[in-house]
């Protein structure tokens, strides 16, 4: 079993799941889609607008529609492209986006294009008018949260996704939407796919892309082959299968042959590297890249990261852009594990926050327990009381979107109902009659 040459025995790696440089080590993770990140973007956001009374006034007003003229986008057959938009001075990017009748989801994409930054959601508001978001209020308890605040790393698209609770409706019409850039030197580019339900006995199906960058000690023909790694692909299959999703196709690839060193991940201007290797093809499928070895800028060797929660949607009018990545050396050498660990990045791409946040915040779908932050058991050095996944198993301890992945055999792979709804109005999902 190559998966596991290094570490695995390992708590302080064996416990990652991702990447927070502001975590703790040994209990981060992130996928970049952790509270504390979005915490710490409040405070850049405040801080790098200058708190100006212009600011205020330009990210004030959420309609999008007090006189000034907004971007025209791009209409496709369920998509639209605003290409090219200028932020204001303080960053603002306001757009007006029409949905279509029947649309059923939306996922939102902006692009930082060439320019490394920061970008997030400030607000949204329905086409009936009503403040469904506002970044800047932390008092008022609003009907829609994304699922990641900002992007991943300043190097990748921020992608949103509506609804992201199966009791929120995609209305058609003009949603405004004010999205924030924090360097607005360049323009952006934003699109939006869009997700509609055919109904009858139409299933829900993902395809599945398995990527292993040259220089890894798994290619993908070897992958193909080995025992181990298909028994972990199966069992990822048969949790989404446990959510009604059916993965009727995984394919093979390797990636970037000649250049060894996308094997080894350091940092974010390498990771947005790698998934830049992608680029080119639009197929509908969800892609998943293995390294070697991958570590955060802090330097701190991670298990996993993705492109946020949702990740960008590959969508055959644009080229791919995301990918979930995930470092074969922190692999878990138990197989159900590892079927656990492709399963749980797989459904971060599709937009499913997790049930529980080291923070102790929680996601916003109202069926998926919710674990109380006074059973915490493990004291962190800097005398943070966390959760462990046992503290909560009479509640979402067994989730496969619990924060933290689990210790000796428990499993960890139940979905809810509104978790399995919300992975298939992602318009990465294909919807076909059986
Ligand atoms: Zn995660």
Same mark, same amino acid.
């Given at each position: 079993?190559?998966? %596991?040459?290094?570490? %695995?025995?390992?708590?302080?790696?064996?416990?990652?799941?991702?990447?927070?440089?502001?975590?703790?080590?040994?209990?981060?993770?992130?996928?970049?889609?952790?509270?504390?990140?979005?915490?710490?973007?409040?405070?850049?956001?405040?801080? #790098?607008?200058?708190?100006?009374?212009?600011?205020?006034?330009?990210?004030?007003?959420?309609?999008?529609?007090?006189?000034?003229?907004?971007?025209?986008?791009?209409?496709?057959?369920?998509? *639209?492209?605003?290409?090219?938009?200028?932020?204001?001075?303080?960053?603002?990017?306001?757009?007006?986006?029409?949905?279509?009748?029947?649309?059923?989801?939306?996922?939102?994409?902006?692009?930082?294009?060439?320019?490394?930054?920061?970008?997030?959601?400030?607000?949204?508001?329905?086409?009936?008018?009503? *403040?469904?978001?506002?970044?800047?209020?932390?008092?008022?308890?609003?009907?829609?949260?994304?699922?990641?605040?900002?992007?991943?790393?300043?190097?990748?698209? &921020?992608?949103?996704?509506?609804?992201?609770?199966?009791?929120?409706?995609?209305?058609?019409?003009?949603?405004?939407?004010?999205?924030?850039?924090?360097?607005?030197?360049?323009?952006?580019?934003?699109?939006?796919?869009?997700?509609?339900?055919?109904?009858?006995?139409?299933?829900?199906?993902?395809?599945?892309?398995?990527?292993?960058?040259?220089?890894?000690?798994?290619?993908?023909?070897?992958?193909?082959?080995?025992?181990?790694?298909?028994?972990?692909?199966?069992?990822?299959?048969?949790?989404?299968?446990?959510?009604?999703?059916?993965?009727?196709?995984?394919? &093979?690839?390797?990636?970037?042959?000649?250049?060894?060193?996308?094997?080894?991940?350091?940092?974010?201007?390498? *990771?947005?590297?790698?998934?830049?290797?992608?680029?080119?093809?639009?197929?509908?499928?969800?892609?998943?890249?293995?390294?070697?070895?991958?570590?955060?800028?802090?330097?701190?060797?991670?298990?996993?990261?993705?492109?946020?929660?949702?990740?960008?949607?590959?969508?055959?009018?644009?080229?791919?852009?995301?990918?979930?990545?995930?470092? *074969?050396?922190?692999?878990?050498?138990?197989?159900?594990?590892?079927?656990?660990?492709?399963?749980?990045?797989?459904?971060?791409?599709?937009?499913?926050?997790?049930?529980?946040?080291?923070?102790?915040?929680? #996601?916003?779908?109202? #069926?998926?327990?919710?674990?109380?932050?006074?059973?915490?058991?493990?004291?962190?050095?800097?005398?943070?009381?966390?959760?462990?996944?046992?503290? %909560?198993?009479?509640?979402?301890? &067994?989730?496969?979107?619990?924060?933290?992945?689990?210790?000796?055999?428990? #499993?960890?792979?139940?979905?809810?109902?509104?978790?399995?709804?919300?992975?298939?109005?992602?318009?990465?999902?294909?919807?076909?009659?059986?």
């Amino acid at each position: 079993m190559v998966l %596991c040459a290094l570490a %695995c025995g390992d708590d302080q790696v064996a416990d990652m799941d991702g990447d927070d440089s502001d975590a703790p080590a040994g209990s981060g993770d992130g996928d970049g889609d952790t509270r504390d990140d979005g915490a710490d973007d409040v405070f850049r956001f405040a801080g #790098d607008s200058g708190a100006g009374e212009g600011t205020d006034a330009a990210l004030t007003d959420d309609t999008g529609s007090s006189g000034t003229e907004l971007p025209e986008p791009v209409v496709g057959d369920g998509w *639209l492209r605003f290409q090219e938009v200028e932020p204001s001075e303080e960053g603002a990017v306001r757009l007006d986006v029409d949905v279509p009748a029947g649309a059923d989801s939306m996922v939102l994409t902006l692009d930082p294009r060439t320019l490394p930054r920061s970008l997030a959601l400030v607000a949204l508001t329905a086409p009936d008018g009503e *403040l469904l978001y506002d970044f800047r209020d932390e008092e008022t308890e609003f009907p829609y949260q994304p699922t990641s605040l900002r992007n991943a790393n300043d190097h990748l698209p &921020y992608s949103f996704m509506f609804p992201t609770n199966p009791q929120m409706r995609l209305q058609s019409g003009t949603y405004g939407v004010l999205l924030f850039v924090d360097d607005p030197s360049e323009p952006v580019d934003v699109d939006v796919v869009f997700q509609q339900l055919p109904g009858g006995d139409a299933e829900p199906r993902l395809g599945i892309v398995l990527w292993f960058a040259d220089g890894t000690t798994m290619d993908a023909a070897q992958a193909r082959d080995d025992v181990d790694f298909q028994d972990a692909v199966d069992g990822m299959v048969g949790i989404f299968r446990s959510a009604g999703i059916r993965i009727d196709e995984v394919e &093979y690839g390797n990636l970037g042959a000649g250049d060894e060193t996308l094997a080894t991940v350091e940092g974010d201007a390498d *990771l947005a590297e790698l998934i830049a290797e992608l680029r080119g093809d639009s197929a509908q499928v969800l892609h998943v890249i293995f390294v070697e070895h991958m570590e955060n800028e802090a330097g701190n060797t991670i298990r996993t990261r993705t492109s946020g929660a949702p990740g960008p949607p590959a969508h055959p009018s644009f080229a791919r852009r995301g990918a979930a990545v995930i470092a *074969l050396d922190t692999l878990p050498s138990s197989i159900r594990r590892m079927g656990e660990v492709l399963a749980h990045e797989a459904a971060h791409y599709l937009g499913l926050a997790h049930t529980t946040e080291i923070d102790g915040s929680h #996601d916003p779908i109202v #069926d998926t327990a919710e674990c109380p932050a006074d059973l915490a058991s493990e004291t962190l050095p800097s005398g943070e009381e966390v959760l462990v996944p046992a503290d %909560c198993s009479d509640h979402d301890g &067994y989730n496969l979107m619990f924060y933290r992945p689990p210790l000796g055999s428990m #499993d960890q792979r139940e979905l809810t109902n509104g978790q399995a709804v919300i992975m298939a109005v992602n318009p990465m999902v294909r919807w076909v009659e059986p």
